[in-house]
Every structure is written in C-alpha cells, then in structure tokens.
C-alpha cells in the first residue's frame, strides 16, 4: 500500500507540474516569429537604435539620451524577456524613448522582444 501512494504521489505531483502555465520567457520563445519580430524592429525601433542593435540609428543622434546599444550596454529594466517586453511597452520617457503599449499588438510585442534578445546578440 505504501508503495502505491508513493506511486500516485509521483505521477499527481508530475501531472500538476506539466500542467502548470510555462513562464513569459517559454512562452515568447515558442511564439516567437523572426520575421515579424525584424519587420516591428525595422519599422519601430531601428531609426534610433540602429539596424544591428549598436545604438547607432539616425535618429539617435537627434536625442537628448543616446539609445541603446543592445550588445554592449546594460538594461533600464534588466535584459530577459520580461524586462526587454517592459521597456518597450512602456517606454523609458525620461531618456526619450517612447512606449509602444498603444502602438504594437501582444503578438509584435512578443516578436520584437526576442528578436531584440535573440538576433540582436543578447
């Protein structure tokens, strides 16, 4: 009998754990599509901060914080998925970044934050 309830035990507590909800990162990696992704770059962010990520965009000279260089500097917010999504939908305004909560939908917010972890050297 006791060997029985140690063996529910484990297949219960196995099932609970598949059966809990992935976390942002997984979600975003298995969601993610590069196209888009470098599509919202290009359009969106690519004017400041520069086609490979380097802070270097023409527009970025027109601001009064230089943008960021994605492969050399930190994160206002730290550099995972969660973080990169944050500054993007929410913008860092006081460094001349607008937020792009109203602008982007879920699905290229999601694609242009890994784009920008994944492609762009992070």
């Known amino acids: 009998m006791n060997s029985r309830y140690k063996r529910v035990a484990a297949v ?4 609970f754990a598949f059966s809990c909800d992935k976390s942002d990162d997984q979600k975003a990696t298995h969601a993610y599509d590069a ?11 690519q004017s400041c901060h520069g086609e490979a990520g380097s802070g270097d965009g023409f527009m970025g000279s027109k601001t009064a914080t230089k943008p ?5 500097e930190g ?6 998925f969660a973080a990169i999504r944050k500054t993007i ?5 006081q460094n001349g970044m607008p937020a792009f909560d109203s602008i982007l939908s879920e699905e290229e ?3 242009v934050s890994m784009y920008i972890r994944n492609t762009l050297g992070l």
């Open 109 to 111: 917010l999601n694609a």
């Open 75 to 80: 994160f206002y917010y730290g550099s995972d």
């Open 35 to 45: 196209n888009k992704g470098k599509a919202v770059y290009a359009v969106h962010c």
């Open 12 to 15: 219960t507590i196995a099932l």
């Open 68 to 72: 960021r260089n994605y492969k050399e």
């Open 89 to 93: 939908k929410k913008g860092i305004v």
